[in-house]
């Protein structure tokens, strides 16, 4: 038997029908277990817990820290990767969004490039922002905003359906739209990360999350496992 620290290292063995891959219960391992060993179905490879106390856990998040504040309740820290959900204290948080609830309505379209909604405030604020939109019943698009005129946001990249008026939409990745306390926003360019706090304060030490990979165990042409 060997003992290891890390998912990466794990991840490197080739296991044999009957080998168990253990956990220590109790603990957090952070990142992804890759998986490319196979065991029979008599024999299953098991992954699973050992020891007293609750069971082993595997995340795919990272903890976020070192916080400097920005003014107005929002802090920042760098992300080395996208994140697809933020947590606080194990909590998911909102992507800073606008409106904050619900649906802002198109007020008239023009065809799949763009449309019109005289509640939009005039300037460039919406430019750069990626606009999910509902262009069919069971269809929601996403287009990053190219231009803003006076009400009307048009997009490069034209929609598949067209839109038409009354359709709804919300705006999503500005900092600007970081306005409630756990709304988040992250700046792919200088991979940073923001984020509003409930109480003004910086976030404490290890209480934000990450999530950084979508499976916590990849099977590859993996088969016969007991997790």
Not at 123 to 148: D, K, N
């Amino acid at each position: 038997a060997s003992s290891f620290r890390t998912l990466a290292k794990a991840s490197t063995l080739f296991l044999s029908p009957g080998d168990r891959l253990l956990f220590k219960a109790g603990e957090t391992f952070r990142g992804e277990l890759l998986m490319f060993s196979s065991g029979t179905s008599a024999s299953p490879i098991t992954i699973t817990s050992y020891g007293v106390g609750a069971d082993a856990v595997i995340s795919g998040s990272e903890y976020i820290n070192n916080w400097v504040s920005v003014g107005n309740g929002i802090y920042r820290a760098a992300c080395p990767v996208y994140p697809q959900m933020i947590f606080i204290n194990g909590v998911a948080q909102q992507l800073g969004r606008f409106p904050n609830q619900g649906f802002l309505f198109t007020d008239g379209a023009n065809g799949n490039n763009g449309f019109a909604d005289s509640e939009l405030l005039n300037g460039s604020l919406y430019v750069g922002a990626a606009v999910h939109i509902r262009t069919s019943r069971f269809r929601y698009e996403e287009r990053i905003v190219s231009a803003q005129d006076a009400g009307y946001l048009g997009f490069n990249t034209p929609t598949a359906a067209a839109i038409v008026a009354g359709a709804g939409y919300y705006l999503t990745d500005k900092l600007e739209f970081v306005d409630v306390a756990g709304e988040y926003y992250f700046d792919a360019q200088s991979q940073q990360l923001y984020l509003k706090t409930a109480n003004g304060q910086a976030p404490a030490v290890n209480s934000v999350e990450a999530s950084r990979y979508d499976n916590g165990v990849k099977v590859e042409s993996s088969a016969n496992l007991l997790i």
